[in-house]
């Protein structure tokens, strides 16, 4: 455990989960992926570091079977495991070596949509409208002259219509199927039994196999608003991207229109999970991927009989702001404490820009990625680290020729494939250590710079990100086990109060006053004050 708890708590309840992005974390050169693309060996491989970094739990994103339109996201098969990446006894070594180095596992689930070259998709485009092949995905007649047009005005996340016209079908009607994310992505519908039944065997399959838990991917998308409806957008936002329109709503905490998303038919599907998962020894979890559009709707999520954990995005979006940090901190508690649940923090992930990117950059955005780190790691609760974040790595420029997220081909944006660069293990070239014996650019380039930033040229370097982090996991373990926090701002420093422990972030421009007490950590340099974009870690002194 990363914090004193109760021996009886389970064990996710303040656990310290580190992100594996598969295909960037380390290769074996050994599957057919080859030396420029990771691999379940290569993970397994650099287990020891995790254990050695301090954290308690792998979440490892999907090494299923698919065609990689969506680089793992577009399953063909959730039942084996991808040749790219190795093979179901690949799963299983890693699995048992985790478990012996005091590791638990975490696997992606994606059960939103399918590959279209999952079996039952392939089905659906051989089959008749109105088939039962049909009936488990979202196809339906278009509107307008002979049905040209969508069904509805929904939008795929990665940009445009969220549905595709098939080809005729054998009795000359061609209908549309939604997809939210890709066209390789068709969504299913869940209100056909079968697709729960079928993701049952599914949990079944990987928890026989020794799964720790899993991370639910697109959990509010599961089931959509029977009807189908058009969405109705706020008032001037016509013509904008809607799901830039619903991130600005969740951050203002304002109500918007959401037919597709966030059902309370959902909830039932995820009942039925935790009875599965409560049947199995060691406090099987999952954590849901779930967008609520506020902290109150997420914790619908964690009720006792559903999910236990979801993820706390309104801490990533946050503005670098003591107020802000407060609020969510603060609305976190008062939105779990009725159900009960443990709040979670993250600062990065595989969607989204790196932090010390997202904090501005350079020695400025390196200072307050640090800091805010501190003080999300002393909060009581689960902290979610993404990969590489550990060494400061910024989001990197990918050039357009190397770009490969699916949004970047259907928007012309640039996408997420900067914050998936290989992660820099040693040496002074590409791949920096990223296969053994390894040479050239792996399926992202890595930049130059990141010789100065590998695990080998930042181990042992008192004032290096790494050593930060593996002093600040250390440390986490003798944080007082108090559940509740006392939250103030002072100026621009926010403060909370946890047990004897002060943690201390100073979002001004200048220096601030620090707490008394006895220093346990700092994110920088003091120099008898609290510096701008710094945060500590104090322990008051007894006053007898």
Same mark, same amino acid.
């Given at each position: 455990?990363?914090?004193?708890?109760?021996?009886?708590?389970?064990?996710?309840?303040?656990?310290?989960?580190?992100?594996?992005?598969?295909?960037?974390?380390?290769?074996?050169?050994?599957?057919?992926?080859?030396?420029?693309?990771?691999?379940?060996?290569?993970? &397994?491989?650099?287990?020891?570091?995790?254990? +050695?970094?301090?954290?308690?739990?792998?979440?490892?994103?999907?090494?299923?079977?698919?065609?990689?339109?969506?680089?793992?996201?577009?399953?063909?098969?959730?039942?084996?495991?991808?040749?790219?990446?190795?093979?179901?006894?690949?799963?299983?070594?890693?699995?048992?070596?985790?478990?012996?180095?005091?590791?638990?596992?975490?696997?992606?689930?994606?059960?939103?949509?399918?590959?279209?070259?999952?079996?039952?998709?392939?089905?659906?485009?051989?089959?008749?409208?109105?088939?039962?092949?049909?009936?488990?995905?979202?196809?339906?007649?278009?509107?307008?002259?002979?049905?040209? =047009?969508?069904?509805?005005?929904?939008?795929?996340?990665?940009?445009?219509?969220?549905? &595709?016209?098939?080809?005729?079908?054998?009795?000359?009607?061609?209908?549309?199927?939604?997809?939210?994310?890709?066209?390789?992505?068709?969504?299913?519908?869940?209100?056909?039994?079968?697709?729960?039944?079928?993701?049952?065997?599914?949990?079944?399959?990987?928890?026989?196999?020794?799964?720790?838990?899993?991370?639910?991917?697109?959990?509010?998308?599961?089931?959509?608003?029977?009807?189908?409806?058009?969405?109705?957008?706020?008032?001037?936002?016509?013509?904008?991207?809607?799901?830039?329109? @619903?991130?600005?709503?969740?951050?203002?905490?304002?109500?918007?229109?959401?037919?597709?998303?966030?059902?309370?038919?959902?909830?039932? !599907?995820?009942?039925?999970?935790?009875?599965?998962?409560?049947?199995?020894?060691?406090?099987?979890?999952?954590?849901? =991927?779930?967008?609520?559009?506020?902290?109150?709707?997420?914790?619908?999520?964690?009720?006792?009989?559903?999910?236990?954990?979801?993820?706390?995005?309104?801490?990533?979006?946050?503005?670098?702001?003591?107020?802000?940090?407060?609020?969510?901190?603060?609305? &976190?508690?008062?939105?779990?404490?009725?159900?009960?649940?443990?709040?979670?923090?993250?600062?990065?992930?595989? +969607?989204?820009?790196?932090?010390?990117?997202?904090?501005?950059?350079?020695? @400025?955005?390196?200072?307050?990625?640090?800091?805010?780190?501190?003080?999300?790691?002393?909060?009581?609760?689960?902290?979610?680290?993404?990969?590489?974040?550990?060494?400061?790595?910024?989001?990197?420029?990918?050039?357009?020729?190397? @770009?490969?997220?699916?949004?970047?081909?259907?928007?012309?944006?640039?996408?997420?494939?900067?914050?998936?660069?290989?992660?820099?293990?040693?040496?002074?070239?590409?791949?920096?250590?990223?296969?053994?014996?390894?040479?050239?650019?792996?399926?992202?380039?890595?930049?130059?710079?990141?010789?100065?930033?590998?695990?080998?040229?930042?181990?042992?370097?008192?004032?290096?990100?790494?050593?930060?982090?593996?002093?600040?996991?250390?440390?986490?373990?003798?944080?007082?086990? +108090?559940?509740?926090?006392? !939250?103030?701002?002072?100026?621009?420093?926010?403060?909370?109060? @946890?047990?004897?422990?002060?943690?201390?972030?100073?979002?001004?421009?200048?220096?601030?006053?620090?707490?008394?007490?006895?220093?346990?950590?700092?994110?920088?340099?003091?120099?008898?004050?609290?510096?701008?974009?710094?945060?500590?870690?104090?322990?008051?002194?007894?006053?007898?």
């Amino acid at each position: 455990m990363s914090t004193p708890t109760d021996p009886r708590a389970p064990w996710w309840r303040d656990a310290v989960i580190y992100q594996v992005y598969v295909r960037s974390f380390a290769s074996s050169g050994t599957r057919a992926g080859g030396p420029g693309i990771g691999d379940l060996p290569g993970i &397994t491989s650099r287990l020891p570091y995790l254990r +050695d970094l301090g954290v308690d739990a792998v979440w490892i994103t999907p090494f299923y079977r698919s065609p990689q339109h969506d680089h793992g996201y577009d399953v063909a098969d959730y039942l084996d495991v991808d040749p790219l990446f190795g093979t179901l006894a690949d799963a299983d070594e890693l699995v048992a070596t985790a478990h012996d180095l005091g590791l638990r596992v975490i696997v992606d689930l994606v059960p939103n949509h399918t590959s279209d070259e999952h079996a039952w998709f392939r089905a659906a485009l051989a089959a008749a409208p109105g088939s039962p092949e049909r009936a488990r995905y979202l196809f339906r007649e278009g509107r307008g002259a002979d049905g040209a =047009e969508p069904p509805n005005n929904w939008q795929s996340v990665f940009g445009g219509p969220a549905w &595709t016209r098939v080809a005729d079908g054998p009795d000359g009607r061609s209908q549309w199927y939604l997809h939210l994310f890709d066209t390789s992505q068709p969504d299913l519908d869940w209100r056909n039994p079968e697709i729960g039944d079928m993701f049952e065997s599914v949990l079944r399959f990987w928890l026989d196999r020794g799964a720790d838990g899993f991370r639910v991917d697109v959990a509010h998308g599961l089931l959509k608003e029977e009807g189908l409806r058009d969405q109705v957008l706020p008032e001037g936002t016509e013509g904008r991207d809607p799901n830039q329109v @619903r991130e600005e709503a969740m951050v203002a905490r304002t109500d918007f229109d959401e037919p597709m998303w966030d059902q309370p038919e959902v909830h039932d !599907v995820y009942r039925r999970w935790r009875r599965v998962l409560d049947e199995y020894d060691g406090d099987r979890m999952d954590v849901a =991927e779930a967008w609520a559009k506020s902290l109150e709707a997420g914790a619908l999520y964690v009720r006792p009989d559903e999910m236990n954990q979801s993820f706390n995005f309104l801490w990533l979006l946050a503005d670098w702001s003591a107020r802000q940090f407060a609020d969510v901190v603060t609305g &976190t508690f008062a939105a779990l404490d009725p159900v009960g649940a443990t709040p979670t923090w993250v600062l990065s992930n595989h +969607d989204v820009v790196r932090h010390v990117t997202r904090y501005g950059g350079g020695a @400025r955005g390196l200072a307050r990625a640090r800091a805010a780190t501190l003080t999300m790691l002393a909060l009581p609760g689960s902290s979610y680290l993404y990969q590489g974040e550990e060494l400061g790595l910024e989001q990197v420029d990918v050039a357009p020729e190397h @770009r490969q997220d699916p949004s970047w081909f259907r928007t012309g944006e640039v996408g997420r494939d900067g914050c998936r660069v290989p992660m820099p293990w040693s040496g002074d070239a590409a791949p920096f250590g990223f296969s053994p014996g390894g040479t050239g650019q792996p399926w992202i380039p890595q930049p130059a710079s990141w010789a100065a930033l590998s695990v080998e040229a930042q181990s042992g370097d008192p004032d290096s990100t790494l050593e930060l982090y593996r002093a600040a996991l250390a440390a986490r373990r003798n944080l007082p086990g +108090d559940r509740r926090v006392d !939250v103030r701002v002072e100026g621009e420093v926010l403060l909370v109060e @946890r047990g004897d422990v002060t943690i201390a972030l100073n979002c001004g421009a200048g220096a601030a006053t620090l707490p008394d007490g006895d220093l346990l950590l700092a994110s920088g340099p003091l120099g008898g004050v609290l510096p701008a974009d710094t945060a500590v870690w104090v322990r008051r002194r007894s006053s007898r």
